[in-house]
């Protein structure tokens, strides 16, 4: 599966706490499967899966709207957890945060 948003790098599997997300090794964007971002922001050894900052680049990608990779439709902007714009899937309820969010909803 490619990245939603750079849709350049192959997404890799990585597993954080049982939860199995997807990875880019490129702009470091995540994509959660409905409710494990919610497991994610609760999971205290979830620490440190994202240590990232915001960056010009995760700005820049904020403002794309990303296809889910699972049912290859347009993702909506929604507002999450601390404010920030984070990109939902209408048909399965995945989620796609840029590199940073995570960190910054965890920070809040
Ligand atoms: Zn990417
Ligand atoms: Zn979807």
Do not use: W
């Not at 490619?2 to 790098?9: E, S």
């Not at 957890?81 to 840029?98: E, K, M, Q, T, V």
Request: with cysteine.
């Amino acid at each position: 599966m490619k990245c939603p948003k750079c849709k350049i790098a192959e997404m890799l599997p990585a597993t954080y706490e049982g939860v199995e997300v997807d990875r880019c090794p490129r702009c470091e964007g995540m994509y959660f499967d409905k409710g494990e971002l919610e497991h994610m922001l609760v999971s205290r050894s979830a620490e440190g899966v994202d240590r990232s900052e915001f960056t010009v680049l995760s700005d820049k990608h904020d403002m794309m709207v990303g296809r889910c990779q699972r049912c290859d439709v347009e993702m909506r902007p929604m507002v999450g957890h601390a404010g920030l714009r984070i990109d939902r899937c209408p048909n399965c309820g995945g989620i796609y945060l840029d590199q940073g969010e995570l960190a910054a909803m965890r920070n809040a």
